[in-house]
């Protein structure tokens, strides 16, 4: 069986507008490669968590990437160790897109993938659930995705990361993408 993977599937909300009041192609290029090299610089690092029992957890958080026109992908390896960690990596991403003036939408899903930069290979269900997650939302945010409605998933959760929230989904979104967990990322 092939390891779970976290997978955050971030879009770029309203890119053809933003193309033509930011100006067009140049200073849509000079925003395009300030956020590709940020992309490009998250590979990981020290993973620091506090345990339930009071000890401290010390690992290495690994990251994947991916970037294209005005898309995103992140993901590492699912545990319990890595859920906090990855979702204070994409609430800092939303705040940097905010700064760029690329303001995100986005999903966390969860489950058996292939997501592998080099030979430019993304497939799984969790490709599928981000993508109509992400699409039934009406805000700038990301969302969990229904993978993690699953009760050994939903379990990790630090509740400095996440948020219980409904009122960002669009009124025809399928109750099944709408799971009312979100990123924290207002209060980075």
Same mark, same amino acid.
């Given at each position: 069986?092939?390891?779970?993977?976290?997978?955050?599937?971030?879009?770029?909300?309203?890119?053809?507008?933003?193309?033509?009041?930011?100006?067009?192609?140049?200073?849509?290029?000079?925003?395009?490669? @300030?956020?590709?090299?940020?992309?490009?610089?998250?590979?990981?690092?020290?993973?620091?968590?506090?345990?339930?029992?009071? !000890?401290?957890?010390?690992?290495?958080?690994?990251?994947?990437?991916?970037?294209?026109?005005?898309?995103?992908?992140?993901?590492?390896?699912?545990?319990?160790?890595?859920?906090?960690?990855?979702? !204070?990596?994409?609430?800092?991403?939303?705040?940097?897109?905010?700064?760029?003036?690329?303001?995100?939408?986005?999903?966390?899903?969860?489950?058996?993938?292939?997501?592998?930069?080099?030979?430019?290979?993304?497939?799984?269900?969790?490709?599928?659930?981000?993508? !109509?997650?992400?699409?039934?939302?009406?805000?700038?945010?990301?969302?969990?995705?229904?993978?993690?409605?699953?009760?050994?998933?939903? @379990?990790?959760?630090?509740?400095?990361?996440?948020?219980?929230?409904?009122? !960002?989904?669009?009124?025809?979104?399928?109750?099944?993408?709408?799971?009312?967990?979100?990123?924290?990322?207002?209060?980075?």
């Amino acid at each position: 069986m092939e390891e779970l993977k976290l997978l955050c599937f971030l879009d770029v909300l309203g890119f053809e507008n933003l193309f033509y009041s930011m100006g067009g192609l140049k200073k849509m290029a000079e925003c395009d490669e @300030k956020l590709a090299e940020y992309v490009k610089q998250q590979k990981g690092g020290l993973n620091i968590i506090p345990l339930p029992d009071g !000890h401290v957890g010390v690992g290495w958080l690994a990251i994947g990437n991916a970037y294209f026109s005005d898309t995103i992908l992140f993901w590492t390896l699912y545990n319990k160790m890595s859920l906090p960690s990855f979702t !204070h990596l994409i609430a800092e991403t939303i705040c940097y897109g905010i700064e760029l003036q690329l303001p995100f939408r986005g999903t966390i899903a969860c489950g058996e993938t292939i997501l592998d930069s080099e030979s430019n290979k993304y497939l799984g269900e969790p490709m599928f659930e981000a993508k !109509h997650t992400e699409e039934s939302q009406e805000w700038i945010g990301v969302s969990f995705g229904p993978s993690f409605a699953k009760p050994d998933l939903n @379990k990790e959760f630090y509740l400095d990361t996440v948020l219980p929230y409904k009122s !960002h989904y669009k009124k025809n979104a399928k109750s099944e993408y709408t799971t009312g967990i979100v990123v924290d990322w207002p209060r980075r």
